[in-house]
Nanobody, 123 residues
Framework: EVQLVESGGASVRPGESLRLSCDAS????????MAWFRQAPGKEREPVAA????????EYRDSVRGRFTISRDPNKDTLYLQMNNLKPEDTAMYYC????????????????WGQGTQVTVSS
């Protein structure tokens, strides 16, 4: 059974940084496609960043580009999201998603999802 387990969420002040982690296990085939999505209360889920390990491509939503960095440790099969200069509008539940090629990238078409980790940015 595929499991994606997120961690690293916390309550921080504007301008601070956080690093989210997503540990993947139980899969039969390597997930070349992994991504982070987020959902704020009362809003729809939206893509944050995606990584295609087959094409070595990363994509970001405009509002986080330059502040967030998605990366992956292939030895641990862990996905990361380094979030710098956090803003109150980044407050949301953050979800890890995974799938095989072709990569959905920022499209909400992933088959595997984690349970989420909460990020709150407030002064």
């Amino acid at each position: 059974e595929v499991q994606l387990v997120e961690s690293g969420g916390a309550s921080v002040r504007p301008g601070e940084s956080l690093r989210l982690s997503c540990d993947a296990s139980g899969y039969r085939y390597y997930f070349f496609c992994m991504a982070w999505f987020r959902q704020a209360p009362g809003k729809e889920r939206e893509p944050v960043a995606a990584l295609d390990s087959d094409e070595f491509t990363a994509e970001y939503r405009d509002s986080v580009r330059g502040r967030f960095t998605i990366s992956r440790d292939p030895n641990k099969d862990t996905l990361y999201l380094q979030m710098n200069n956090l803003k109150p509008e980044d407050t949301a539940m953050y979800y890890c998603a995974a799938d095989s090629v072709p990569c959905p990238l920022l499209a909400d078409e992933y088959n595997y999802w984690g349970q989420g980790t909460q990020v709150t940015v407030s002064s």
